[in-house]
């Protein structure tokens, strides 16, 4: 019968090992040293070794030619651990053994001795998947097993330990092998097999794992299962559905050209070829992480998981994007990969989400727009934000002057204009004008607001001019004026206007006379709300 490679060129020795370092060095000086302990934990990602190195621990200790050094592979308690076949290592699968009567039958079996070896090794996999109920009944057992037992538990989710579980053993966790260990024991296996490879295509079988070097021997018999004894990177690319580097060099050549229309069409191109949108995104993710670490550390970084081809890509392409507009492509796709889980139209989320790659490419930093703005003057005006309801009228200010007939009905007027503000999104700048008094004389229109409002208004007069010509069609004078009372209608008696620091602390008024805040101001508009300085103490 057929044995698959996975299982063929398991490692039997620690020296076979492929990774896990600190693992190998730890158990090794522990038999050398006879410092064995009662119970281990072995956590890691699926794949890297953890029952693995449980069965060679097991023969280690129950070896009967070198018994406490390593396995000697040939007496008759290592061939029987190695076919799970040893009456003293049993090996437990936590799925389907949970509950608290399989627990119950294991505390029974601790009790007697081994039959025939040294020690009677209980390796558990999957632990963390043993009930709450069913780990309370094996602490005891754990704490203060009989000197002849050894627990051994295997698990993926180590969080899932109960915290009284873990502080009985030593906890070792297995890491992510890495990408050119795991390249290697593939163009070695492959050796042994009499298989010819290109080099790209041990590195896609490597990506496939993602770590796990079970994975990637599962995907070699795979492909060697379909292509034979010769595989070519194009095939292995095509048998795993991974993107090919040309579709992403397309995409970051439609960023670097800021062109929509090249999006649109990858996007008819990636579905007339039943590519899953949610995969390539995955794929675009992984790109964009590759350029990145590429710009910062260079493409022959070890931290980068790619072929010898998409290295060359990536030395090519890293230099011509910044780190911040990488950092923000990265974040697009991996919002894009999350939304793509539930999107009732992936094509159209997909087509949204790469149009959204394009446009970021054009904006500009905060920096670079501030340095390329004017410095606004002491009486510059901000604009309230907000989308425009119509057109400007061309040259309309706060000090446009004109004659004009006064209003006939001024708090419609009010009503109208608020209204307007609310619909721009405005709501501030709404309710200081909803809050003030509204009169109106040749062409001239004055609010009178409460003491706290005045500086919200002053600093929107500007836009304030505008919709108020918009509104009533003609052109208008915008004053604040200061009311001594919010709901008193008494005629006021109408004084300059305050500046714009007006009745505000010393720290707001230096804060407005600064200049890069008034070219805030200026660019993007809004009202300062409140300035507080940091070397005074909160209120």
């Known amino acids: 019968m057929y044995q698959v490679i996975a299982r063929k060129y398991r490692p039997q020795t620690f020296q076979q090992l492929v990774g896990q370092h600190h693992v190998k060095q730890t158990l090794e000086n522990a038999l050398t040293q006879g410092r064995v302990g009662h119970g281990y934990i072995f956590a890691g990602q699926r794949g890297t070794g953890k029952t693995t190195v449980a069965r060679i621990l097991a023969k280690s200790l129950n070896c009967h030619r070198s018994p406490g050094v390593g396995p000697c592979l040939e007496c008759s308690s290592c061939r029987e651990i190695a076919a799970s076949a040893c009456l003293d290592v049993l090996e437990i699968d936590a799925a389907s053994n949970r509950g608290i009567d399989d627990v119950r039958e294991l505390r029974e079996n601790v009790r007697y001795r081994p039959s025939r070896d040294r020690h009677k090794i209980f390796i558990i996999d999957e632990a963390h998947q043993i009930t709450e109920a069913a780990f309370n009944a094996l602490l005891k057992t754990l704490e203060e097993p009989p000197e002849w037992v050894i627990f051994i538990l295997c698990t993926t989710e180590a969080h899932k330990i109960p915290a009284t579980i873990a502080s009985r053993c030593q906890i070792f966790t297995f890491h992510m092998v890495d990408f050119e260990q795991v390249i290697g024991r593939l163009q070695w ?14 590195s896609l079988l490597a990506l496939a794992g ?10 070699l018999d795979q492909a060697i ?47 007339a070829q039943g590519q899953h949108p949610q995969q390539f995104c995955r794929e675009l993710a992984r790109y964009f992480r590759n350029l990145l670490v590429a ?77 390329g703005a004017p410095a606004a003057g002491p009486a510059a005006a901000p604009v309230s934000p907000g989308p425009r309801l119509a057109p ?42 909803e809050h003030s008094r509204v009169e109106s004389s040749n062409g001239e229109v004055v609010f009178h607001p409460p003491p706290d409002l005045v500086f919200s208004l002053e600093s929107a007069t500007r836009s304030l001019a505008q919709l108020s010509e918009r509104l009533l069609e003609q052109r208008v004078r915008i004053r604040v004026a200061l009311a001594t009372k919010i709901d008193s209608r008494e005629n006021v008696a109408a004084g300059p206007a305050p500046g714009p620091a007006a009745g505000l602390p010393t720290a707001a008024t230096r804060a407005m006379a600064h200049p890069q805040v008034q070219r805030v101001l200026a660019m993007f508009g809004g009202q300062l709300r409140d300035v507080r300085d940091l070397k005074e103490p909160e209120p």
Do not use: W
């Open 189 to 202: 296996i492959c050796e042994q097999e009499k298989v010819t490879t290109e080099p790209d295509s041990l």
């Open 210 to 219: 993602d770590g796990s070097i079970r994975d990637s021997l599962s995907t």
């Open 225 to 271: 299962a379909c292509f034979g004894n010769n595989l070519q990177a194009a095939e292995v690319r095509q048998l795993l559905g991974v993107v090919s580097g040309q579709v992403l060099e397309e995409v970051t050549g439609a960023i670097l050209d800021q062109s929509s229309p090249r999006m649109l069409d990858l996007v008819q191109q990636l579905t």
């Open 295 to 371: 710009r910062l550390a260079g493409a022959d970084s070890r931290l980068i998981t790619a072929t010898g081809e998409e290295r060359r890509r990536l030395s090519a392409f890293a230099p011509r994007f910044s780190e911040e507009d990488l950092t923000r492509y990265l974040q697009l796709v991996l919002n894009l990969y999350r939304d793509l889980h539930s999107a009732p139209h992936p094509r159209f989320h997909l087509e949204i989400g790469l149009v959204k790659l394009v446009h970021a490419g054009r904006l500009m930093s905060l920096e670079e727009a501030l340095a």
């Open 392 to 433: 400007p009228v061309p040259d309309a200010t706060a000090e446009s002057t004109g004659p004009g007939p006064p209003l006939a009905q001024p708090e419609d007027f009010q009503h109208r204009l608020v209204a307007a503000l609310r619909l721009q999104g405005d709501d501030f700048t709404a309710d200081a004008v």
